[in-house]
């Protein structure tokens, strides 16, 4: 007969391995779940033979307490290790399900979708330079009076100028001396400042300007920039500094080639014409290599003329002005090929040739990205 | 201007090789625009003998020649009409460029014969445009020498732009002085034995202006030569004027027109039989007409110069001459005009006209008022060298007009304009040498302007003439002084709010677009434009005759182009002027997009991840709110109202208003009827923000509001009400962020709805209230005090009832 000690022994010992087994056997956390409620549950059967030591004298306690908190510990353990075995197993399960295509596009959002147009990057990048030499940006309205776009600029009535410049007119109002126009350049932005501010000037005033010609180099509207300085020193010498920095720093070159031709505007005088040396390698144009010429703009010392016509002296204030076409060149430094897809506003032109809009031309990160 | 080099070395004694002659006439303001060299393009063409010619077996107008070329005879098949035996031909060999045709020759079968070469007009050699027949050269011409070298063709041709002050350079003559003047040679002498005639022109020759007029036509010189042998000029003139693209007509034509090239001094040639009575210059009648020598018929009125005699109009005065006195080979007695005419009047005559004749280029540019009887003498001598005659004694009627005043020409001028230093003895030098005569010394001269320089008035000019003979590119390049300091803001707060909506609205995915300022009439008045002080007079076509009343048109009809060629989700904006009237203020600066197909913020068309669904009217007022946002207007502190133009969907759009006077912009979907008419489909919506209209911020501090931030819970409470069908959800929102402004910081829509469970003409709107407590955790009681305000409030502004 064995003693009531060995039996509880035995049981013990029963038990151990059976929970193990459940343990071992549980094929999923559920189960596993199952089993460890069934053995330390507060109903399970460990739990109970805790619960049973109260009863016992404080001898059998002793021993017996040991016996089942080691069982209880060994299942506690094996229960911990079959729950990492299964955790692990059913997240690589859930992983292997999660399997998607990482090949499918994605969208890449507005910010790489829209494009500012070349026109308007390159006004940037002009007004930018400029303003490293403290030239103001000046605007005006594209339909002017004839005092402003001829008159004042020393084209009077009749001049054979005005022929040159092929104008758009409106129809003559009841009331009114002359046509009103649409502006034939930049340059009567130069009148309405020298009108309203005093020297020191220096401005610049890109816009949309306006002839009456159209073909395959030419379009009704195209785009200038007038630039005019006003003081009492400026001469020659600081406009083709300025005009030689300023083409370095546009075309992003450490060089240019600059020609200056005498010419004739009626606004100034003495006038010139500059152009730009190039070079043409394939379809490619450097600027600042090679021995082609290419006109880029017009300049001259204001006309002492269209100094009166504002009230100012001319023995006393003296400057320089000069006009550029930024659709040519816009396309002289990035390419374009031809002029009259610029105002098409065909996306994909736009897209191709146009700017993102986090591109900002500034001085400090260079022009051109 | 075109002229050759030999007739430049006329009026030039230079050797200086022909680059750098270009080179000169470039750079001091006479930009060379074409060289060409016949002796280059024709260097292969040699001299042949038609040595038989025989009709073409197969053809009836084509001819079989044998041509002895020198070297062999060869077969040539050819079609001109004077192509027979004996004459002395320009023979192009197998491999020859010929430049009229653009065709380099090979060994052909014309009609099933072999042709080896080709016989040529002078329009295939750009001789001229005549293709009548083939050159048939002087009988004496030996085959197989050059034919460059038996015509003596080595002259290049010259081709300068001349810019409207320069009328002087209209002729060779004043060319070789302004290359003389730059260094290049000396300019020769001019002849000055003026033949003299010893008997009374017999045309009397008279003004008549009255005083007001007088200045059109101030002087009018003739001479009359009879017993002229009119005959074709002598070879060098024919060649010299081919050379510049003219055609050579007959000897006192001819010679007319060689001195309109040779000094800029435009002159013509009366046959003087067919004159009756004394020669006018006066103005013209209402109904008098003549045909001009161009062939065609043109009236004059009582604005134009005319030359008449007692029966008719002969000719449009310093214009063109007419074909019933013109000289012909019968010719016997000539009388040469010489006069001046104003040229402004010249200008005008020309424009009304049409007629683009070089008399016409020269009296309105300004013709050297004394060279009158140079024209007359220089034309004597000619006509006398080459048709020999008698000639009368000159007869000038009027006066030839004053020498203008010299300029006092402060010489620190030029330091102060250009920067370069001169010498006096230099400055003197250049503009002596250009025909200015200068008097006196030291700081201030007397400078006498030469009569051929009508655009020299004052300091500036001189300053010109002597920067330009210097060159521009030897001026000391000088540094613009920087203005002290960092470089200070250039721009406008308009302009930088400009450059702020362009990145805005790229960066919001559309794309910038520049379209034409002017559009067609229809379109501006279906855009409330179309008034009559926005239309060109002069448009270059119908679809550009309007000036833009808003920047939508274009947008719109591009959207409509690109939709065409199969990109139908479009997302377009453009920034610009456009235009309520014709005056400065009416000319507004616009930011307006338009959005087409499903061109949404977040990607266009169809997607694995959901497909965009097409644009509403929210995408057009999510971009016009984003613009005002973005330039610092709160978008809580505008109205949105229904006062929209009627080319959006009256129902589907709105204007923005800053009060009730001040509208900031439009959004919304456009009408369906004009989506219809611009050809467009589907869904287009648009909105345009008027940046000028915004007010400029007036706040100057660089510094920031505090930042109002709680470390209290915020809480979020939902509330549905039901409402009338057409309250407005603004009301709603407004409504409630009134009801407890210090707690409640922001209400959002989060729900619409409408159907099962809501009666009908009701509508449930369902709004989330954020209450963000700023000094301690608000307790339920004080939510629900907060919420019943809410409540309250809502109901009383909208009339609506919490949703139980």
């Known amino acids: 007969m064995s003693t009531v000690a060995e039996t509880q022994d035995t049981d013990l010992e029963a038990l151990e391995s059976e929970l193990l087994d459940a343990v071992k056997s549980a094929s999923d956390l559920t189960t596993l779940e199952e089993v460890r409620v069934s053995a330390l549950g507060k109903k399970g059967k460990i739990s109970q033979l805790m619960k049973g030591l109260g009863k016992m004298d404080p001898e059998q306690r002793k021993t017996f307490g040991q016996a089942v908190n080691v069982v209880k510990q060994r299942v506690t353990e094996e229960l911990n290790t079959r729950k990492d075995t299964l955790g692990n197993q059913a997240l690589a399960a859930r992983l292997a399900e999660e399997q998607e295509d990482i090949t499918l596009p994605v969208r890449s959002g507005p910010l790489l979708e829209g494009r500012i147009h070349p026109i308007s990057q390159v006004m940037e990048e002009i007004s930018e330079i400029f303003a490293d030499l403290g030239f103001s940006v000046a605007e005006g309205p594209d339909i002017e009076n004839d005092f402003h776009n001829f008159t004042a600029l020393n084209i009077p009535p009749e001049h054979p100028a005005r022929q040159e410049h092929d104008t758009f007119y409106f129809n003559q109002k009841e009331g009114e001396e002359s046509r009103y126009v649409l502006r034939t350049h930049t340059s009567p932005v130069q009148i309405r400042t020298m009108l309203s501010e005093e020297p020191p000037i220096r401005i610049i005033a890109p816009g949309r300007v306006y002839r009456s010609d159209s073909d395959q180099t030419h379009t009704p509207m195209f785009h200038q920039v007038e630039g005019l300085v006003i003081d009492k020193e400026t001469h020659i010498g600081h406009l083709r500094w300025v005009l030689e920095e300023f083409c370095k720093a546009f075309f992003e070159v450490d060089n240019v080639k600059m020609r200056f031709r005498a010419s004739h505007f009626p606004f100034t005088e003495p006038s010139m014409e500059a152009d730009i040396g190039y070079a043409k390698v394939g379809d490619e144009i450097k600027i600042g290599e090679g021995d082609k010429w290419l006109e880029i703009l017009g300049c001259g010392m204001v006309h002492p003329n269209v100094l009166r016509n504002v009230n100012l002296d001319p023995d006393v204030y003296q400057g320089f002005a000069f006009g550029v076409g930024i659709d040519r060149i816009a396309m002289l430094k990035y390419g374009m090929p031809d002029l009259r897809p610029f105002f098409g506003a065909d996306i994909r032109w736009l897209k191709h040739y146009g700017f993102l809009p986090f591109d900002v031309p500034t001085i400090a990160g260079g022009l051109s990205s | ?804």
């Open chain 2, 1 to 804: 201007m075109k002229f050759t080099l030999s007739w430049l070395k006329e009026h030039l004694d230079t050797d200086a090789p022909l680059d750098k002659i270009l080179d000169t006439l470039t750079v001091i303001g006479l930009e060379v625009e074409e060289v060409k060299n016949p002796a280059e393009t024709l260097k292969d063409f040699i001299i042949a003998e038609v040595v038989s010619a025989e009709k073409h077996p197969d053809a009836d107008k084509l001819k079989l020649c044998q041509v002895n070329t020198g070297k062999e005879t060869l077969q040539v098949v050819c079609g001109a009409p004077n192509a027979r035996e004996g004459i002395k031909v320009v023979f192009a060999p197998i491999g020859t460029y010929v430049p009229g045709i653009d065709f380099t020759l090979t060994k052909a079968k014309i009609r099933g014969v072999e042709s080896n070469g080709m016989m040529c007009s002078e329009r295939e050699l750009e001789l001229s445009d005549e293709h009548e027949g083939i050159i048939e050269l002087d009988t004496k011409a030996k085959p197989g020498t050059s034919f460059v070298e038996d015509q003596d063709l080595n002259d290049p041709m010259i081709e300068i732009a001349i810019t409207p002050n320069r009328p002087d350079c209209l002729g060779v003559r004043g060319i070789a002085r302004d290359l003389a003047a730059a260094g290049l040679g000396k300019l020769k002498d001019d002849f000055t034995e003026a033949p003299k005639g010893d008997y009374p022109n017999p045309v009397k020759i008279a003004l008549k202006f009255d005083k007001d007029n007088k200045h059109i036509c101030p002087v009018f010189a003739g001479r009359y030569i009879k017993d002229v042998k009119n005959c074709e000029s002598p070879d060098w003139m024919q060649q010299r004027l081919r050379a510049i693209g003219l055609r050579p007509i007959n000897a006192l034509v001819d010679v007319t027109n060689y001195i309109s090239y040779d000094r800029g001094r435009p002159l013509h040639v009366y046959d003087a039989d067919t004159l009756s009575g004394t020669l006018h210059a006066r103005l013209g009648k209402q109904g008098e007409n003549f045909e001009a020598l161009d062939n065609e018929d043109y009236d004059v009125d009582e604005t134009m110069c005319v030359i008449a005699d007692e029966d008719s109009v002969l000719g449009l005065g310093g214009v063109i001459g007419g074909v019933s006195s013109s000289c012909t080979m019968e010719t016997t007695n000539v009388l040469i005009e010489s006069a001046w005419f104003d040229p402004i009047s010249i200008a005008m005559a020309g424009r009304k006209t049409g007629i683009n004749s070089d008399a016409r280029f020269r009296f309105e540019r300004g013709v050297d008022p004394q060279s009158v009887e140079l024209g007359v003498d220089l034309a004597t001598q000619f006509i006398l060298e080459i048709c020999g005659g008698e000639p009368s004694k000159k007869t000038i009627a009027g006066e030839v007009p004053a020498d203008r005043d010299p300029i006092v020409f402060k010489t620190s001028e030029i330091k102060r304009l250009t920067g370069v230093s001169m010498k006096d003895k230099d400055i003197k030098k250049t503009l002596e040498k250009l025909g200015f005569k200068v008097d006196g010394k030291g700081e201030k001269v007397k400078v006498s302007i030469p009569s051929w320089r009508p655009d020299a008035s004052q300091s500036a000019d001189l300053v010109e003439e002597i920067i330009r003979i210097y060159g521009v590119d030897n001026v000391p390049i000088t540094p613009l002084p920087k203005i002290d300091g960092i470089a200070k803001p250039t721009l406008t707060p308009l302009q930088k709010r400009a450059r702020h909506t362009r990145r805005l609205l790229a960066g919001r995915g559309l794309t910038e677009a520049i379209t034409w300022s002017f559009i067609p009439r229809e379109l501006a008045s279906m855009f409330g434009g179309g008034q009559d002080e926005l239309e060109l007079s002069n448009p270059i076509s119908e679809e550009m005759s309007s000036m833009r009343p808003t920047l939508l048109p274009g947008l719109l009809t591009a959207a409509q182009r690109n939709a065409n060629r199969g990109f139908s989700d479009t997302a377009l904006f453009e920034m610009g002027q456009a235009y309520r009237g014709d005056q400065p203020e009416d000319q507004y600066l616009g930011a307006a997009g338009v959005r087409t197909g499903s061109a949404k913020l977040g990607g266009a068309g169809r997607h694995w991840d959901g497909s965009a669904p097409t644009v509403d009217l929210f995408d057009a007022k999510a971009d016009a709110l984003a613009i005002l946002e973005a330039l610092g207007q709160d978008p809580n502190k505008v109205q949105i109202t229904r006062k929209v133009p009627d080319w959006f969907h009256p129902g589907r759009a709105g204007a923005i208003q800053l009060g009730p006077k001040i509208q900031l912009g439009v959004f919304g979907e456009l009408h369906p009827s004009i989506v219809k008419e611009l050809g467009l489909s589907g869904s287009v919506v648009a909105f345009e923000i008027y940046l000028d209209s915004l007010p400029t911020p007036k706040k100057k501090t660089t510094s920031k509001s505090a930042l109002e931030s709680t470390d209290f819970q915020t809480v979020k409470r939902d509330f549905a009400f039901i409402l009338d069908s057409d309250t407005a959800a603004g009301d709603v929102v407004r409504a409630a962020l009134g009801a407890e402004k210090k707690l409640i910081t922001d209400v959002s829509v989060f729900d619409i709805y409408q159907g099962k469970g809501v009666e009908d003409g009701k509508k449930s709107l369902a709004i989330e209230v954020t209450l963000s407590p700023k000094d301690k955790t608000l307790t339920e009681k004080e939510i629900e005090a907060v919420a019943g305000k809410v409540i309250a409030q809502v109901k009383k502004a909208t009339g609506g009832e919490i949703r139980s």
